[in-house]
């Protein structure tokens, strides 16, 4: 089992960037692979992207791909999504999420894939 806490979410100008983090709980962090969501008010949660175990694979949901990074330091047990060229319609709460897998490539992006979830950070990109 895995508990996970977000942070590194703030209001920032759009154009701007930001870190946010995934920090996990126990010794076993290198054996999930993890994904990161977002929800915005009245809309459903979405993918926005997700890394394997190993970290050699990652996908980006295409309206983030080319400003987004996703990351992993399984050392620190934690997981990061670097954010640039922020627009307002990022505007959400960010989650991330891990799902354990004995296999290092595979990544998900749907959410019910995932096992274990954050609380969230809220991101607030104003124009």
């Known amino acids: 089992q895995v508990q996970l806490v977000e942070s590194g979410g703030r209001l920032v100008q759009a154009g701007g960037s930001l870190r946010l983090s995934c920090a996990a709980s126990?010794?076993?962090?290198?054996?999930?692979?993890v994904g990161w969501f977002r929800q915005a008010p009245g809309k459903e949660r979405e993918f926005v992207a997700a890394i394997s175990r190993s970290g050699s694979r990652t996908g980006y949901a295409d309206s983030v791909k080319g400003r987004f990074t996703i990351s992993r330091d399984d050392a620190k047990n934690t997981g990061y999504l670097q954010m640039n060229s922020l627009k307002p319609e990022d505007t959400a709460v960010y989650y991330c999420?891990?799902?354990?897998?004995?296999?290092?490539?595979?990544?998900?992006?749907?959410?019910?894939?995932?096992?274990?979830w954050g609380q969230g950070t809220q991101v607030t990109v104003s124009s």
């Open positions: 999420a891990a799902r354990y897998t004995p296999s290092p490539t595979p990544y998900w992006r749907d959410l019910k894939s995932y096992d274990y």
């Open positions: 126990g010794r076993t962090f290198s054996t999930y692979a």
